[in-house]
């Protein structure tokens, strides 16, 4: 029997969870492990990634509680907030844990820059579920502290997640010659949620939505342009399976939406941006679903036009300022096929 990719990762994703731990089992081997470690501590000693613990809304504290280690009693909206640490483990940028440690365990920041409240918003779309999100960031920081489980939970998973970054960050700021309030680093991951709130588009009372894969921000003179590699006629309709790919680890082939030319504004904009003075934002994942849950994009940074071919779509090569890391590059083209 023959197996496309996707199908096949998807079988071998039920088998790998079939064979894996119950949660039943993993407290087991929790308990004999007979003595107490942190959550780092028992991931390395199972084998174990966050994804294999942070899976049907399992979470450490109750891991603890069912192996008879001692652990706060369940609190107050547990069981949303453990989807949200779920939704959560796809973080790796450095400042972002750094500003959600400080809140959980400080309770307020020393200071509250625009960048930090736009991380906040981030993360707080991020883990609360939008029918009983807090208004306010000063709402969300109480409900996070006020269970103490959880709040617990969060510095030991931040800890873990920040030592299990794959690739170095890379401040945005850093790369451009502008002074925007927009805390991305390149190479990190993000949802999509998390990059609206970050560009300033999104707020905890009103989350920005997009339709499709593209966004032009005029406040920062930016395009952004979000991109699945592997596509199916599930998710995506005939005219919008466009031919994304890497070329190479600088270069990458992006297919515009299909009412773009060249001699159209936002094909003019394309083509000039450096000239005009505006920047194109990429951010890439291989899927739309990873490890059972929506994929977080790589931030690979800003990129330049490079050439172009044919017309509604336009078919553009664009030049990373930075080149992709080694193992995403890998992945992008075993995706391209």
């Known amino acids: 029997m023959q197996l496309d990719r996707v199908a096949r990762e998807l079988v071998l994703e039920n088998v790998a969870h079939a064979i894996g731990s119950s949660f039943q089992s993993l407290a087991n081997e929790l308990r004999d492990l007979g003595r107490d470690v942190d959550l780092a501590g028992f991931l390395k000693e199972a084998d174990l990634e966050p994804t294999d613990l942070y899976r049907n809304d ?4 109750a891991l603890r509680r069912a192996a008879g280690l001692r652990a706060p009693p369940e609190g107050p909206d547990e069981k949303q907030l453990a989807k949200g640490l779920q939704r959560l483990i ?29 991380i906040l918003t981030g993360l707080s779309l991020t883990l609360f579920p939008k029918d009983s999100r807090p208004s306010t960031l000063a709402a969300a920081t109480e409900k996070l502290r006020a269970n103490d489980g959880i709040r617990q939970e ?34 990190s991951s993000y949802t999509l949620d998390e990059v609206l709130a970050a560009a300033g588009r999104s707020t905890l009372e009103s989350p920005y939505r997009i339709r499709e894969g593209v966004l032009w921000q005029p406040a920062i003179q ?18 919008t399976l466009y031919k994304d790919y890497a070329i190479s680890p600088e270069l990458f082939h992006w297919e515009s939406q299909s009412g773009t030319g060249e001699n159209t504004p936002t094909g003019q904009r394309y083509i000039h941006h450096r000239e005009r003075g505006s920047n194109v934002l990429l951010f890439v994942r291989r899927s739309i679903r990873m490890d059972g849950r929506t994929a977080a994009y790589v931030f690979l940074g800003p990129a330049d036009y490079v050439s172009h071919r044919g017309e509604k779509p336009m078919g553009i090569v664009w030049k990373l300022r930075r080149p992709m890391p080694a193992d995403f590059y890998r992945e992008a083209k075993v995706a391209a096929g």
């Open 90 to 118: 796809h973080v790796d940028d450095p400042v972002w844990i750094e500003v959600l440690m400080r809140v959980v365990t400080e309770g307020t920041l020393l200071e509250v820059s625009e960048e930090n409240k736009r």
């Open 58 to 61: 399992w979470t450490w504290m």
């Open 222 to 239: 930016a395009d952004l342009f979000f991109v699945t590699l592997e596509k199916s006629e599930k998710h995506y309709s005939p005219t």
């Open 154 to 187: 969060l510095v030991q998973l931040l800890k873990v997640l920040e030592d299990r970054a794959l690739h170095m960050a890379v401040p945005l700021s850093s790369q451009l010659a502008w002074d925007q309030p927009i805390p991305l680093s390149i190479h």
